[in-house]
């Protein structure tokens, strides 16, 4: 266990469902991101929060949309989202500081749009 | 645009084999290299290199960091059908991202 905790660990939905997916960490953290791991391909980063606000948005679809309420939090929402979007979808933090940290990663949410 | 390359793709070995894994990168203002291996979901964290810290090992793992060549190596020494995995190389550069290479899938057999 890492710390970091995301819930579902599985997900099915159709594409007109609205769905949303919820990443949590006390680990004193204060950076959370979510990355999507499609099959054969690297992860790829979709948002950083830092500090509850988010710092980095990689040209991501709008059916896509991320919270992060508190800096414990970051939920990905999710809106009619088309087949191609199925990917386990990770969320991972870290404590930015001065220096150089690790970033520790929850079990991920397995979506599958159907 | 930051790239980080690894190889090879796949591996496969037998017990008691040693490997070692190819990571390079491009990225602007490089601040560390992440390694992390990958077994169902979450990728666990290995080693961290920086450069105040470019060699690291733990156990039969060891990892080293070239910032002149751009790349790092991991090695594993008398595998085990446990280490069967997808490793992962990571790369902090500008921002605070950290950019993904494909990673390497390496497989064990007893």
């Known amino acids: 266990e890492t710390g970091v905790t995301q819930t579902p660990r599985h997900l099915v939905m159709g594409m007109t469902n609205k769905k949303s997916l919820k990443c949590e960490q006390h680990l004193g953290h204060n950076a959370m991101y979510w990355y999507k791991q499609s099959a054969k391909k690297p992860l790829e980063l979709m948002f950083v929060?830092?500090?509850?606000?988010?710092?980095e948005n990689n040209s991501v679809p709008s059916r896509f949309s991320p919270e992060c309420p508190n800096s414990s939090h970051l939920f990905l929402h999710l809106h009619t989202l088309q087949p191609e979007d199925s990917a386990l979808y990770l969320c991972?933090?870290?404590?930015?500081?001065?220096?150089?940290?690790?970033?520790?990663f929850g079990q991920g949410t397995r979506l599958t749009v159907v | 645009e930051d790239k980080v390359v690894q190889s090879p793709l796949s591996l496969v070995v037998h017990e008691g084999d040693t490997v070692t894994l190819n990571c390079s990168y491009e990225v602007t203002n490089f601040r560390s290299l992440l390694w992390y291996k990958q077994e169902k979901k979450a990728p666990t964290f290995l080693f961290m290199l920086?450069?105040?810290?470019i060699e690291k090992k733990s156990g039969r793992l060891s990892s080293i960091l070239d910032k002149k060549e751009l790349s790092s190596i991991l090695n594993i020494t008398a595998t085990q059908t446990g280490d069967s995995a997808i490793y992962l190389c990571?790369?902090?550069?500008?921002?605070?991202?950290?950019?993904f290479g494909p990673g390497t899938r390496l497989s064990v057999l007893p």
């Open positions: 929060y830092s500090l509850e606000e988010r710092v």
């Open positions: 990571a790369v902090e550069g500008a921002g605070q991202n950290f950019v």
């Open positions: 920086t450069s105040s810290g």
């Open positions: 991972a933090s870290r404590r930015d500081r001065p220096g150089n940290t690790e970033a520790f």
